[in-house]
DNA sequence: CTCGCTGCAAAGCTTTTGCACTAGA
DNA sequence: TCTAGTGCAAAAGCTTTGCAGCGAG
């Protein structure tokens, strides 16, 4: 992975890499990745889609859903479940994971060395690759491990039943 | 987990949780136990209320959910997600994952030993305890990296986009 | 007898799609 | 120019909710 090295396509790049796949460079498409390099990732469509039209209101929902769509087809990002809400969405960049405590909505992200060998052992034992960074790893962080008590924090929650 | 040793709850132990938790056992809640101890786990809530309908017609959709989300609550099932379809729902059980192949569908299951070290250098480097069964691990299946062009099964695909 | 559970209907929310028009290469 | 991309509106899923009646304990 070219990408591996960098925390995620800057702009440029991603521009680039949609030029190059045969994609046309749009106002949409140019706005949308301003937005996701700005936020450094992990927007949900919705939350894209607020934050695009401060930028340019002219921009529809749809083409939201159509633009990631495509941005992801050609490998100009990538979505990760957080939990059981919607998806969020991130430029590609070091594959990582996601740790999202199940209380309090807190998102860690860890190295995915720390699965390499577990990964090697599924592939040598069932043949399978893996690529545990599609879906986060549900979880209790050390604070709420401390406090079982500890309330739930309002915001940030994805994988929560009210 | 005193369910670990066993693949997962019988009806009468179900009904019996659910009893001791304080909840009735109406029709329809024995009916939806029945097809979920059937079918062995990974039903959708569409697939169930098919199911469910087969053997009583008068149980409601939305009876399903409501179902679903009171038995997850007194610990009698649990849901997974597989992909980006809906959820599916088991009866609890032994801990295990899912992996789910991304080009054919097919989900094997898997025993949680082979994380164990790894969740527990999680939690020894950032206090977080993992919980990995809530979530598929996707990747491709032996069969699918031997034939790189394998088309993909028509059905049990969760995880796909068109 | 009481209130937890249910059926029903309707709304809610996220995502997709058909169509005609616009604009990128 | 030529067609990929877009706005708009409407539909499509899936899930939740308010309400009144029923039935489990």
Redesign the interface.
């Known amino acids: 992975m070219a990408e591996a090295s960098r925390a995620a396509l800057d702009r440029r790049e991603a521009l680039e890499r949609l030029r190059r796949s045969g994609g046309r460079v749009t106002q949409a498409r140019r706005v949308i990745i301003d937005v996701l390099a700005d936020a450094g990732g992990h927007l949900t469509a919705e939350e894209l889609f607020h934050a695009v039209s401060i930028r340019d209101a002219s921009v529809h929902r749809a083409t939201i859903y159509r633009t990631l ?1 495509a941005l ?1 087809r050609v490998g100009v990002l990538e979505h990760v ?1 957080l939990g ?1 809400g919607s ?1 969020v969405y991130h430029l590609v960049g070091a594959s990582h994971f996601h ?1 999202v ?2 209380r309090c909505g807190a998102v ?1 992200e ?1 190295p995915e060395s ?2 390499a ?2 990964l090697e ?2 592939q040598f ?8 960074s ?9 604070r709420c ?1 401390a406090s079982r008590t500890e309330s739930r924090a309002p915001d940030s929650h994805r994988d929560e ?1 009210p």
Do not use: M, N, V
């Open positions: 769509d992801e479940h059981h998806a740790l405590c199940e860690t860890i720390i699965f060998s577990a052992q599924i034992d069932w043949g399978f690759r893996a690529r545990l599609h879906f986060a790893i549900l979880g209790t962080c050390r491990q039943r």
